[in-house]
């Protein structure tokens, strides 16, 4: 039917604002691109990156959306005239070509100097070549291209192309849009890659870009014939508002969130770096004093310097020898010496131990009469023997006749080698770290020395230097007396984040740093996620928006149809049967797949609106998967008019996968063909039949459980048992012979074995009772719980004269507390028990944390556990010494405590002679507030 003037002029002022605003963004991304050309040709480059340090667009790329703005600009002007239809097909055609030639080029590596026009352009940026077009941006100049040319070549009878062209925009929108995010977070897309990176006014190019193409298609596609009066455009303009102010406060929210992460994440490494820089100081700090606490020993000991006289004044004398070298040797044994020597006043080393045979280096006798004139202790800091020798450090004391020091008899010279202790405790970082490095240096000169070796370079003690004029490293700021948290780059050229701290009373200065890479690694990864996340929440803010729409463009047709036709007396009884059937059913136009209706329990079985289903092609609804999801299938079914589904997977509105029953059916209603599709859920069925599975296969493991708890039990009874009836037998036999003695052993037998038995069937009895008997849950702080069971087995700890330290971490356990003291009263007995002959035992009661839970753990120093019986340790009636006390059923008892309360246990052991630590894991354990 042909259109009144008046609803000409309706549709055209409906269609004028997003021409207009189609025609803006047009001009704005052609207005980006002119800028980013002109600061190339004015030799600014800083215009075509909108800031320092940045990639700039490429000047292939502002011809690009120069061309492709104007060529929307002209359409949005005159989009009837056939003219300009042309010249955009042209424009069209010749971007989108160059764009694919471009993104071919660039994705093989290809980079011709044409893309430069002319301009001398040498540089890189981040590892990649400026003035060339990024292969991402190619890609989306490629997707713009044939966006346009789709909605310039559509006619009105094919609004599918314009559809085309509306989805490509969309992408080119939020990729444009997606980049602007990156750079506004402060991690663009693909820098340090190896790739172009796209720039940020391409980024915003491209924005504008696909917001006029979604205009320019959106008119025509999403735009109902029949928008027309006031109302409808205040609708629309409304609606446009509200998703404007939803997007801008989306982005607001995901900047600021990731502002606060960002700041709150540099706090907690810089925490870190500080925390593992002080206790390396202290312990360096804690070292030294001790090294010259130890070597304290021989200075001014009358007693030794009588030894070494007489050594000295008799050589021959192989007492004095041999009780000097029981001195040092003993030292050198304990004290985790290198090498220890003795030089006389001369500088002659007189002895040394262990005796390697090698010469003293010659810079030793110097040092050794200077400590002499001082008449002090001196600790010889890094040094090298020689130009490739090993790294020693040592210390000096003086030994003289008398205790005013006026008879110098020699030194005694103890060497320390760095690489027993030192160099491997610098070298540890407490957590799993890629870059993390620990570094010691100090000041020679106009140079920062580093005195251990370096994690990413090889053969660097002491041989590697870096000028006090380089203030960027971390090293030299250091040595120049700066301390706590620096930026700066490290000896590889690599940007690192360090923190500083002098070692008091020496001449060291720790270094503890980390790459920024490595520190900025979990802000990338929730920058991208931050960016996914707005994105989400745009398109569900846009599809939202949409769906009003759309609702309002469907009440528009329902109206329409609701007048066009009437209700059959008929269709009353089928829609109250339709209405109230308890299976999905969907109502097809058997010639063009139109679903012409669909009852409530499909609707709310899939979680789709009604309006989702109809007035749509059934191969359009896309949760029905490729069963009848394409034309070829459906005209199989309009052939076939029966079709049935077992199993179809069905997809819902909130991702859930449905399985159902599908019967479709074709028949004749008032001479139209329709199609009747049955859909029956079968989740429910399904369900229950897996849960019968499941309760069979619990039950068939409980089953074997049982025989094998059974067996166990049966086997470990059986052998008092045995006992008790031999020793019955024996008694018959000793009581006819009247042997009084033999039948006092007897009985002894039968009451051990009986009284084995008791304690088993008891301990069996208590381990029955965990899970069903429980005490009410409760807090208790672990020291309490530890202090009870140590209260328990103090006759033991006593009587063995262990050592136990228990942590002072406010750690909160929740559970049953008797069967809590029980655990650790079972695991402090079998620590003390199984302590072997350790001279020092030690038992230490903590706590770690570990993939964010906490592991409770108890550690001794006893004999240790070969790996072989580790498995079977928790087993019952395991026990691995048979002279012991006890029925072997103590850590089963733990293991089962441990798992009522949600938890688990295992052991670690180096073997025997190495200790034993069980670990273990609690429910609901926590650090107590403060």
């Known amino acids: 039917m042909a259109q009144s003037p008046e609803q000409v002029a309706a549709q055209a002022r409906a269609r004028y604002v997003p021409h207009v605003f189609g025609a803006i963004f047009a001009a704005l991304a052609a207005g980006v691109g002119l800028v980013a050309l002109a600061g190339w040709v004015v030799g600014h480059p800083i215009l075509a990156a909108f800031a320092a340090d940045r990639v700039p667009m490429a000047p292939s790329t502002a011809i690009l959306l120069v061309l492709y703005g104007t060529a929307l600009c002209l359409h949005a002007a005159a989009s009837g005239s056939r003219f300009a239809r042309r010249v955009n097909t042209v424009l069209g055609l010749a971007g989108t070509g160059a764009s694919v030639l471009l993104l071919i080029l660039s994705s093989i590596g290809v980079h011709p100097a044409v893309e430069h026009l002319g301009m001398r352009i040498v540089a890189t940026e981040y590892g990649a070549p ?30 599918g192309w314009v559809v085309v062209a509306f989805g490509l925009a969309c992408l080119v929108a939020s990729t444009g849009a997606v980049l602007l995010l990156a750079y506004l977070f402060g991690s663009p897309a693909l820098y340090g890659t190896g790739a172009i990176p796209p720039a940020m006014p391409t980024g915003l190019a491209l924005l504008m870009l696909g917001a006029s193409l979604l205009a320019a298609s959106g008119v025509v596609a999403w735009l109902p014939s029949g928008l027309s009066g006031v109302a409808d455009r205040r609708a629309l303009y409304l609606l446009v508002l509200i998703f404007v102010m939803l997007a801008a406060g989306i982005v607001a929210a995901g900047y600021f969130y990731y502002q606060r992460y960002s700041q709150h994440h540099r706090a907690e490494v810089e925490r870190h770096l500080l925390a593992v820089a002080d206790l390396k100081t202290h312990e360096l700090m804690d070292w030294r004093e001790e090294r010259l606490a130890n070597a304290a020993v021989f200075f001014k000991n009358d007693a030794f310097a009588a030894l070494v006289r007489r050594h000295f004044d008799t050589p021959d004398d192989v007492e004095a020898k041999k009780d000097l070298g029981g001195w040092l040797g003993q030292f050198e044994a304990h004290m985790s010496c290198d090498r220890l020597m003795l030089l006389d006043a001369h500088g002659v080393e007189r ?32 040094h090298r023997d020689g130009a490739e020798g090993p790294v020693h450090l040592a210390i000096l004391v003086p030994i003289f006749g008398d205790r005013d020091g006026k008879s110098p008899l020699g030194v005694l010279i103890l060497r320390i080698d760095p690489e027993t202790y030192l160099y491997p405790f610098i070298s540890r970082w407490p957590t799993s770290s890629r870059t993390a490095e620990t570094l010691i240096v100090r000041r020679e000169g106009d140079d920062a020395v580093f005195l251990n070796e370096l994690r990413f370079r090889k053969n660097t003690a002491l041989l590697h230097r870096t000028p006090l004029t380089r203030t960027e490293r971390p090293a030299v700021k250091a040595v120049l007396g700066q301390q706590g948290i620096v930026d700066g780059v490290d000896y590889r050229g690599v940007p690192v984040v360090a923190a500083l701290r002098a070692v008091p009373n020496s ?70 049967l339709f209405e109230a059937a308890r299976d999905g059913i969907l109502i097809l136009d058997a010639k063009m797949g139109l679903v012409v209706d669909v009852n409530p329990f499909l609707v709310e079985m899939l979680g789709f609106s009604r309006e989702h289903f109809l007035e749509k092609k059934v191969w359009e609804l896309g949760f029905f998967g490729d069963a009848i999801a394409s034309q070829a299938n459906f005209t199989r079914l309009q052939e076939v008019g029966y079709v049935r589904y077992e199993d179809m997977p ?23 063909r329709v199609i009747q599709c049955n859909i029956r859920d079968t989740t429910e069925r399904r369900r229950a039949a897996a849960a019968i599975l499941q309760k069979s296969e619990e039950l068939a493991r409980a089953n074997d459980e049982l025989t094998r708890f059974t067996y166990t039990v049966s ?9 008790i009836r031999t020793f019955l037998g024996y008694l018959e036999k000793d009581t006819a012979g009247r042997d009084t003695e033999r039948m006092g052993k007897d009985v002894g037998y039968i009451r051990t074995a009986a009284e084995k038995m008791s304690r088993m069937l008891d301990e069996l009895l208590e381990l029955s009772r965990i899970g069903r008997k429980v005490n009410p849950f409760v807090d208790a702080p672990l020291q309490a719980v530890v202090k009870d069971a140590l209260d328990l087995v103090a006759g033991q700890i006593a009587e063995r004269g262990v050592r136990v330290d228990v942590t002072a971490e406010p750690i909160l356990l929740h559970g049953d507390r008797p069967r809590l ?38 550690r001794d120093n006893g004999i240790g556990i070969d790996p072989r019986h580790q498995p079977k340790l928790f087993g019952l009636f395991e026990k691995l010494d048979p002279r012991t006390d006890g029925t072997g059923m103590g850590l089963a008892i733990v293991r089962r405590v441990v798992e009522v309360h949600g938890g688990s246990i295992w052991v670690e052991s180096a073997g025997p002679g190495k200790g034993a630590t069980f670990r273990f894991t609690l429910a609901n354990t926590r650090r107590q507030s403060t």
Not at 135 to 159: E, H, K, N, Y
Not at 651 to 658: H, P, Q, T
Request: with cysteine.
């Open 130 to 159: 400026i003035g060339h077009m990024s292969p991402l941006t190619a890609f989306c100049l490629a997707l713009s291209g044939a966006s346009f040319l789709a909605l310039v070549s559509s006619l009105p009878a094919r609004r």
């Open 351 to 382: 002895m040394a131990f262990p005796e390697k045979g090698e010469p003293h280096a010659a810079h030793l006798a110097t040092d050794a009469a200077k400590t002499l004139r001082t008449g002090k202790m001196t600790f010889l800091d890094f």
């Open 507 to 576: 001449p060291w200065f720790l270094v503890a740093r980390m790459d920024v890479s490595e520190v900025c690694a979990p802000l990338t990864e929730r920058m991208w996620l931050t960016v996914v996340l707005i994105g989400v929440l745009l398109l569900a803010a846009g599809a939202g928006v949409g769906l009003v729409w759309r609702q309002h463009s469907v009440c528009f047709y329902r109206e329409k149809a609701e007048v066009a036709e009437g209700l059959r007396a008929s269709e009353v009884r089928y829609r109250r």
């Open 650 to 672: 069905l997809r819902a509105a909130d991702g859930r996968r449905i399985d159902v029953e599908f019967v479709s059916n074709v028949y004749e209603v008032n001479g139209r």
């Open 715 to 723: 086997h470990d009874l059986k052998s008092p048992v045995v006992t």
């Open 821 to 858: 003291v029980e655990v650790f009263q079972n695991l402090l007995d079998n620590a003390v028990k199984f302590m072997g002959d350790q001279p020092a035992p030690r038992i230490e009661v903590g706590v770690e944390q570990a993939c964010d839970e906490t592991l409770l753990f108890v």
